[in-house]
């Protein structure tokens, strides 16, 4: 189903990019994350955010965009190596998804934009990290994440040339992206309401149109 929707996606993108009132392009800019739930407070993930985006007018004042990209995301812990801290060696997350955020977009004026919507991702890779690397899960463990991830975004997007906009954008999960096996206690850290996906992020926006 995921696949199809990315074949779709393609799809129109192309079709925007030749078609009036549409418009297209490029995205590239890095992503602070952290993990609602498994104890790390603090935006200290850094990841690459890349992708591409198809938007269309409204109305004066309106637009609706889609976008696609390969986004990174997680935890980090800065003080899992020091012994007179609290969080001393409390694993870490590190995380990659495909993500199609879907887009309102109000314009405040002709340059500046906010922006307000839902995003839809598909886990590519995720895995906890120790002192000496990442964790590999027993044989008999079951994996603590979930193949898909559904959150909310906030955002502003400024055009400062003609062809190039700065974007700012704050998302969160609205489920869960991983439950814990309490049974055999591999909780890795995280409380019982489970782990959600928060990230800032800012990207450049490049418009083909």
Partial sequence: MFKKIIIYFLVFINFSTHAQNFG???????????????????????????????????????????EMTFAQKGSNNPEMNNYENENY???????????????????????????FGLLAAYLIDAYYNDINGKIPLSNNQINPFIDYDFGILLGIDYKFS????????????????????????????????????????????????
């Fill in 89 to 115: 060696l409390k694993p870490d997350i590190s995380s990659s998804y495909i993500e199609l955020p879907f887009l309102l977009q109000y314009h405040q004026n002709e340059d500046l934009k906010i922006e």
């Fill in 24 to 66: 297209g392009g490029f995205i590239l800019g890095l992503n602070s994350s952290q993990v609602g739930g498994d104890n790390l407070a603090g935006f200290h993930k850094t990841g690459a955010l890349i992708g591409i985006f198809a938007n269309k007018s409204i109305s004066e004042l309106m637009s609706f965009q889609m």
């Fill in 162 to 209: 003609t062809k190039f906009t700065l974007n700012t954008r704050l998302s969160n999960s609205i489920k869960p992206i991983g439950s814990e096996d309490y049974i055999n206690n591999t909780n890795f850290n995280s409380s019982r309401k489970g782990k959600y996906n928060s990230v800032l992020s800012f990207a450049i926006h490049y418009n083909l149109s």
